[in-house]
């Protein structure tokens, strides 16, 4: 059967619709908040040390800056700074100013009899010497593991 024309359509009242309560909206704005605040701290503890990272490149640091990359920096970042001054000439530890003496052609192991140690003749390449490069190790060893942006304010 079809409709009348006379009749009318049942009115449909459209009510906004809830999407949660006010507490949950204050919730999600908090964590929103939270997060962009997250993601600035992250950004500037990079830009820091990737600043503290261009200081490193220069020969013969002194101490104190040693002391603030090992607060700062990750691992990999202070790898990235031995690798750097390493293609450049300089030995890898940043604390020493002489050149490397790379890596000699066709050899790939570095052994020292004396210690009975093997060491890949790249890495040692990376440094004036095995009194830099082991110098070198123990730094690294001191690093953070986690971020700079990870770490809590307090540590």
Not at 98 to 105: C, P, Q
Request: net charge positive; proline share 5%; glycine share 6%.
């Amino acid at each position: 059967m079809a409709p009348r024309i006379d009749e009318e359509a049942p009115q449909v009242v459209s009510q906004p619709v809830s999407t949660g309560s006010s507490a949950q909206r204050t919730r999600s704005t908090s964590r929103r908040r939270h997060i962009r605040e997250e993601v600035r701290s992250r950004a500037l503890a990079e830009k820091d040390a990737w600043a503290l990272q261009q200081k490193l490149l220069a020969p013969e640091i002194d101490e104190a800056l040693m002391e603030v990359a090992r607060q700062m920096l990750h691992a990999e970042d202070y790898a990235a700074v031995v690798e750097e001054r390493a293609i450049t000439g300089l030995c890898g530890f940043p604390r020493c100013g002489k050149d490397a003496i790379g890596a000699k052609a066709g050899k790939k192991w570095k052994i020292n009899a004396r210690e009975r140690a093997v060491y890949d003749a790249e890495e040692v390449g990376r440094f004036c010497s095995m009194g830099c490069l082991k110098e070198n190790a123990a730094f690294a060893f001191r690093l953070e593991p986690d971020p700079a942006y990870c770490r809590s304010a307090a540590a």
